[in-house]
């Protein structure tokens, strides 16, 4: 879901946004009204945690302060009284927990709608801008492989991905060799004697969300042999 805003706060704007215009789309999108009112209030319940949990660590970085100056004898503490208490607002109608799901579920299903546009979708804040998303169609990673430290090293940049998934030809065709999260990967295997030297071969996808995206790198190949 490449839409999903990952921080909380950042999401908490995305629900804000969402909420606040979903009830223009209703009948488009035919959306009950009680659904309406069920992501309106989970907007509401989110955005007021989100700002009772700012609150909270504002605090407890006032009583720590408070608590070394009590303990050391800091020379600034009595520029550091004790922190007030945590005031709220009132607390709005609590909601059952499952906000993302809840989210996700109706923007699914709003997605798939034969109404929906990818315009609604950026009024919406479910569509990501052109220049921010990833492209997962026909990205593909850029290998290299050189000899580094007496073993076969392939280096390949992330970029905004989550690693890549590695096959490997020793000969007898391109099977599943391993996945590499973090640049840049290292083949573990030994450097065969100078005898047996031969060309290994390695190829490599992307991975994004648990699923492979784009295509297959080109083939790098690379002569080993003591």
Do not use: C
């Not at 800091?74 to 607002?89: E, G, Q, Y």
């Not at 699914?108 to 997962?136: C, D, M, P, T, W």
């Not at 060309?199 to 994004?208: D, E, Q, T």
């Amino acid at each position: 879901m490449y839409y999903l805003k990952r921080n909380d706060e950042q999401f908490s704007l995305q629900l804000d946004n969402f909420a606040n215009k979903i009830g223009n789309y209703a009948e488009l999108f035919s959306i009950l009204p009680a659904e309406v009112s069920s992501i309106q209030a989970d907007n509401v319940f989110f955005a007021w945690t989100i700002q009772v949990v700012k609150r909270y660590d504002e605090t407890k970085k006032g009583w720590t302060s408070f608590k070394n100056g009590l303990r050391f004898g800091l020379n600034h503490i009595n520029a550091d009284p004790i922190p007030d208490s945590v005031i709220t607002s009132p607390v709005p109608d609590e909601v059952e927990a499952g906000i993302q799901f809840r989210f996700t579920t109706l923007v699914n299903r709003i997605k798939a709608h034969q109404n929906y546009s990818v315009s609604i979708g950026l009024i919406l804040g479910i569509e990501e801008q052109n220049s921010n998303r990833l492209a997962l169609e026909n990205v593909q990673p850029i290998l290299k492989a050189v000899m580094r430290g007496g073993l076969v090293n392939l280096d390949w940049k992330k970029g905004g991905y989550d690693g890549i998934v590695i096959e490997k030809d020793s000969g007898a065709g391109f099977v599943v060799f391993d996945k590499d999260m973090r640049p840049n990967f290292i083949d573990p295997t030994p450097i065969p004697p100078a005898s047996l030297s031969t060309v290994w071969r390695y190829r490599a996808m992307y991975l994004y969300n648990d699923g492979r995206v784009g295509n297959w790198s080109d083939i790098v190949s690379i002569t080993v042999g003591d």
